[in-house]
């Protein structure tokens, strides 16, 4: 059975509804000056980059990985598809879809924490964080390179017996939903925050404040992400830095795709001893072996301990 990615139809849609916000933005009474021509221009160059990127490395990352795995996990047996485990892959009824959107959804928060925590995948994924606005342009403004590691992190829903066409489905709507997550307009939407994953949830995740940062890293659901202690709701009172504590200053598409590599580049000759070297690829950003810059933890500690001294 072959399904048609749902992100070949979003794309248009993308765009125009940037359009329409854009066009908002710069007519409405409410003064959001939520568009910056340049950034912009570089976000969309950047989302089309993506986009054909994406159709170039299809047959390697989906093809190869995805059947490749189908192949080796779910053999044909008497002309059925048969786990190695011995059950019988899963079909495509109702039920199964849904299953399958929520192993998505489970992948999809750590794929996206581990891009947040592992400096050589924030290296790729910040990107998509460089930039000071935020709006449905920004939803676009995609890295390049976290295509070639993500389909690492679902491979394992095809080894238990989901279909490939099915994953790959559920992952062109996981990308529509996160899409229309970028923007400013949609206020708190009440009973449905205690489920979904909403747009001042995004909002929140894409502030530089550091009470924010590293927080709400979920697709549909907020569910892991209050699970697994990484959900933050938004404060109103607090005004939102939106971006990077180190960006790019630049407007060119190459150098915000690759100013964080050269970075880690740079620290990495800032010592000798390998485990440093290590660190500063593999390690959380913001690590360093002498304290010259603080991972979101330390900062968020330092900052606690100040509290304590000063109510002492």
Avoid at 125 to 146: E, K
Wanted: hydrophobic share 40%; glycine share 6%.
């Amino acid at each position: 059975m072959d399904f048609t990615n749902p992100l070949v139809y979003g794309v248009p849609c993308f765009l125009g509804l940037i359009a329409l916000e854009l066009t908002y933005s710069k007519t409405s009474d409410d003064k959001k000056n939520l568009y910056n021509w340049k950034d912009l221009t570089s976000s969309v160059l950047l989302g089309l980059g993506s986009a054909v990127l994406a159709a170039l490395i299809k047959t390697l990352s989906i093809i190869t990985i995805f059947y490749y795995a189908d192949e080796l996990f779910n053999p044909l047996v008497d002309g059925v598809r048969t786990n190695i485990f011995g059950y019988e892959s899963f079909g495509y009824a109702w039920y199964v879809w849904l299953l399958c959107m929520l192993l998505d959804d489970f992948s999809y928060y750590w794929f996206h924490r581990q891009n947040h925590m592992v400096r050589f995948f924030w290296a790729a994924h910040i990107v998509h964080h460089s930039s000071d606005n935020f709006n449905l342009g920004t939803a676009v403004r995609n890295g390049w390179f976290t295509l070639f590691y993500k389909p690492f992190f679902y491979v394992w829903i095809i080894m238990i017996g989901f279909p490939p066409e099915m994953l790959v489905v559920c992952l062109g709507i996981e990308a529509l939903w996160q899409f229309q997550l970028h923007t400013q307009y949609i206020k708190k939407m009440g009973f449905i925050e205690k489920i979904l994953n909403t747009h001042t949830m995004h909002q929140v995740h894409h502030a530089r404040n550091l009470e924010y940062m590293d927080k709400n890293h979920g697709g549909f659901l907020n569910v892991f992400d209050r699970i697994f202690g990484t959900w933050k709701e938004l404060d109103e009172s607090i005004d939102i830095e939106y971006g990077v504590s180190t960006p790019p200053d630049s407007y060119n598409v190459f150098i915000i795709l690759t100013h964080e590599y050269k970075n880690i580049w740079e620290d990495t000759k800032k010592s000798k001893n390998w485990y440093h070297k290590l660190m500063y690829i593999f390690g959380p950003p913001g690590w360093s072996h002498d304290g010259s810059t603080l991972t979101v933890k330390q900062m968020r500690k330092e900052l606690a301990e100040e509290s304590k001294n000063i109510i002492a």
